[in-house]
C-alpha cells in the first residue's frame, strides 16, 4: 500500500501542537517497511525531518499559495498508486479521487471564535467544514474533541477515531540538579517558579494565569513548598512565573497585565525553548500551570508529568480525559480557583507527592508508537475499502 501524507504542519521550525503531532508521526512512519509513504511538500523538507529510505520519500512541489486548495489536488489527480491520503491537520485536499483522512485538534474555533485573528477564524470556520464533510474519515486527539465534533458537524461516530498523542520518552524525563541549575542559570531563574509551556495566544489564559500569580505572591497567607519542608513565612519574594512559548497572536495584553500588576521582576518571558533545554526547564518547576479555555489534548502537561513536575489544568475540554485525576482541575474563568489550585500544590507535601507518583503512572497511556499504529489501521481499511 503507498500513503500520501501532507507533511507541511511538520516542516516547520520550532514546532509546537500540531506540528510536533505531524513530526512524530512521520518519524514513526519511517520505521514502517510494510507500507510505502510519499509525503507532499510545498518546501523542501527542513533538515531535521525524518530522512527518507527505501519505503518513505519527499515530493516537493508548488505553487505555494493555496497549495491544499489546488496545487495538492492537481498533484494527486496525476500521481500513479496512491491508496490513500493522510493530513494531518485541519484541511484536507480541495478534491480528490483517493481517498483521505484528516485530523482535527480541537474546534475552539467555534466555541471562542473572538480569541482568533478574522482571516485564521474564517480558514479555520470555513476549510475545516469542508474538510470534515468531504474525507472518508477523521483522526482527533481526544475523545472530549470527538462529542465535540459530533456535536457541532453531525458526524456518525464511526467515521471519527481517537489516537492519543504521545511525547518523547528519549528527552522527558527527570533531570539531575546540576542540568537544572544550568538551565536556570541560562534563562536567568534564580529561585523558585511556576511554568507555562504553549503559544502566547488568548486561549491558553495566560492572563488569568497571571493575576492568580499575582493573588499568590500578594498574598499574606502564602506558603512556599520548599525542600520537603514548608516555609509558613508570608513573603513570596522567591516565586516567580516563568512563560515558555512564543508569540503566537492577540498578545500584547499579556505584557500590559504584567505592567499593569507591578510583576516585571516576577514574571519571565523566555520565548520558544529548544527541546535540548526543555526537559530540564519543567523539571525544576514547581507546578506546571495550563488553566486554558479549551484544548484538544495539551502534549505539554504529559511532557510535565514525565519530567516528574505536578500539573494545575482546566477542568474543561479534553484536559480531565488527559490527566485521569493525576492532577488539579480548575475553573479556568476563575482567578480564585487558578490560584486556590497552585497554592494546593506548593504548600501540600503530600497531595504533591501524590500527584507527581499519579502522574509518572498517567503517562504510560501515551506514545507515538501506539498513535502511529492505530493511524495505520485506519487508513489501511480505507484503501481497501
Given at each position: 500500500?503507498?500513503?500520501?501524507?501532507?507533511?507541511?504542519?511538520?516542516?516547520?521550525?520550532?514546532?509546537?501542537?500540531?506540528?510536533?503531532?505531524?513530526?512524530?508521526?512521520?518519524?514513526?512512519?519511517?520505521?514502517?517497511?510494510?507500507?510505502?509513504?510519499?509525503?507532499?511538500?510545498?518546501?523542501?523538507?527542513?533538515?531535521?525531518?525524518?530522512?527518507?529510505?527505501?519505503?518513505?520519500?519527499?515530493?516537493?512541489?508548488?505553487p505555494?499559495?493555496?497549495?491544499?486548495?489546488?496545487?495538492?489536488?492537481?498533484?494527486?489527480?496525476?500521481?500513479?498508486?496512491?491508496?490513500?491520503?493522510?493530513?494531518?491537520?485541519?484541511?484536507?485536499?480541495?478534491?480528490?479521487?483517493?481517498?483521505?483522512?484528516?485530523?482535527i485538534?480541537?474546534?475552539?474555533?467555534?466555541?471562542?471564535?473572538?480569541?482568533?485573528?478574522?482571516?485564521?477564524?474564517?480558514?479555520?470556520?470555513?476549510?475545516?467544514?469542508?474538510?470534515?464533510?468531504?474525507?472518508?474519515?477523521?483522526?482527533?486527539?481526544?475523545?472530549?474533541?470527538?462529542?465535540?465534533?459530533?456535536?457541532?458537524?453531525?458526524?456518525?461516530?464511526?467515521k471519527?477515531?481517537v489516537?492519543?498523542?504521545?511525547?518523547?520518552k528519549?528527552?522527558?524525563?527527570?533531570?539531575?540538579?546540576?542540568?537544572?541549575?544550568?538551565?536556570?542559570?541560562?534563562?536567568?531563574?534564580?529561585?523558585n517558579?511556576?511554568?507555562?509551556?504553549?503559544?502566547?495566544?488568548?486561549?491558553?489564559?495566560?492572563?488569568?494565569?497571571?493575576?492568580?500569580?499575582?493573588?499568590?505572591?500578594?498574598?499574606?497567607?502564602?506558603?512556599?513548598?520548599?525542600?520537603?519542608?514548608?516555609?509558613?513565612?508570608?513573603?513570596?519574594?522567591?516565586?516567580?512565573?516563568?512563560?515558555?512559548?512564543?508569540?503566537?497572536?492577540?498578545?500584547?495584553?499579556?505584557?500590559?497585565?504584567?505592567?499593569?500588576?507591578?510583576?516585571?521582576?516576577?514574571?519571565?518571558?523566555?520565548?520558544?525553548?529548544?527541546?535540548?533545554?526543555?526537559?530540564?526547564?519543567?523539571?525544576?518547576?514547581?507546578?506546571?500551570?495550563?488553566?486554558?479555555?479549551?484544548?484538544?489534548?495539551?502534549?505539554?502537561?504529559?511532557?510535565?508529568?514525565?519530567?516528574?513536575?505536578?500539573?494545575?489544568?482546566?477542568?474543561?475540554s479534553?484536559?480531565?480525559?488527559?490527566?485521569?485525576?493525576?492532577?488539579?482541575?480548575?475553573?479556568?474563568?476563575?482567578?480564585?480557583?487558578i490560584?486556590?489550585?497552585?497554592?494546593?500544590?506548593?504548600?501540600?507535601?503530600?497531595?504533591?507527592?501524590?500527584?507527581?507518583?499519579?502522574?509518572?503512572?498517567?503517562?504510560?497511556r501515551?506514545?507515538?508508537?501506539?498513535?502511529?499504529?492505530?493511524?495505520?489501521?485506519?487508513?489501511?481499511?480505507?484503501?481497501?475499502?
Amino acid at each position: 500500500m503507498t500513503i500520501g501524507i501532507d507533511g507541511n504542519e511538520a516542516n516547520v521550525k520550532n514546532r509546537v501542537g500540531s506540528g510536533v503531532y505531524a513530526y512524530y508521526l512521520l518519524e514513526e512512519f519511517t520505521k514502517v517497511k510494510s507500507h510505502q509513504f510519499v509525503v507532499f511538500l510545498k518546501e523542501k523538507p527542513l533538515p531535521d525531518l525524518p530522512k527518507e529510505n527505501s519505503n518513505f520519500k519527499y515530493k516537493v512541489f508548488g505553487p505555494k499559495k493555496l497549495w491544499t486548495q489546488f496545487a495538492l489536488p492537481v498533484k494527486l489527480s496525476f500521481f500513479p498508486n496512491i491508496d490513500v491520503f493522510f493530513s494531518p491537520a485541519h484541511y484536507g485536499p480541495r478534491f480528490s479521487k483517493v481517498p483521505n483522512a484528516i485530523t482535527i485538534f480541537d474546534l475552539s474555533y467555534l466555541h471562542f471564535p473572538e480569541l482568533f485573528k478574522k482571516n485564521d477564524l474564517y480558514q479555520l470556520t470555513n476549510w475545516s467544514k469542508y474538510s470534515i464533510k468531504n474525507s472518508k474519515h477523521i483522526f482527533t486527539i481526544s475523545e472530549s474533541s470527538k462529542a465535540d465534533i459530533v456535536k457541532n458537524y453531525k458526524v456518525n461516530p464511526s467515521k471519527i477515531t481517537v489516537t492519543y498523542p504521545g511525547y518523547d520518552k528519549e528527552n522527558f524525563k527527570p533531570q539531575s540538579k546540576p542540568k537544572i541549575d544550568r538551565i536556570k542559570k541560562k534563562y536567568k531563574i534564580s529561585d523558585n517558579y511556576l511554568i507555562f509551556v504553549g503559544t502566547l495566544q488568548p486561549r491558553k489564559n495566560i492572563e488569568r494565569s497571571i493575576e492568580a500569580f499575582a493573588s499568590i505572591v500578594h498574598s499574606s497567607q502564602y506558603a512556599v513548598h520548599i525542600r520537603k519542608s514548608v516555609n509558613r513565612e508570608p513573603s513570596t519574594h522567591n516565586l516567580s512565573l516563568v512563560i515558555v512559548g512564543r508569540k503566537g497572536w492577540l498578545y500584547d495584553s499579556i505584557f500590559q497585565k504584567i505592567k499593569d500588576l507591578k510583576l516585571e521582576d516576577k514574571v519571565i518571558f523566555t520565548d520558544y525553548v529548544p527541546s535540548q533545554d526543555l526537559p530540564a526547564l519543567i523539571s525544576g518547576a514547581k507546578a506546571y500551570v495550563l488553566p486554558s479555555l479549551w484544548e484538544g489534548f495539551g502534549i505539554p502537561v504529559v511532557e510535565a508529568q514525565a519530567c516528574k513536575v505536578p500539573v494545575v489544568v482546566s477542568k474543561t475540554s479534553s484536559l480531565p480525559e488527559v490527566v485521569g485525576g493525576s492532577g488539579i482541575l480548575v475553573d479556568p474563568k476563575s482567578i480564585d480557583s487558578i490560584a486556590g489550585g497552585i497554592k494546593k500544590v506548593l504548600t501540600d507535601e503530600k497531595l504533591r507527592q501524590t500527584l507527581i507518583e499519579k502522574g509518572f503512572t498517567n503517562i504510560k497511556r501515551f506514545s507515538w508508537s501506539s498513535c502511529a499504529v492505530q493511524t495505520l489501521e485506519v487508513l489501511t481499511k480505507l484503501a481497501s475499502n
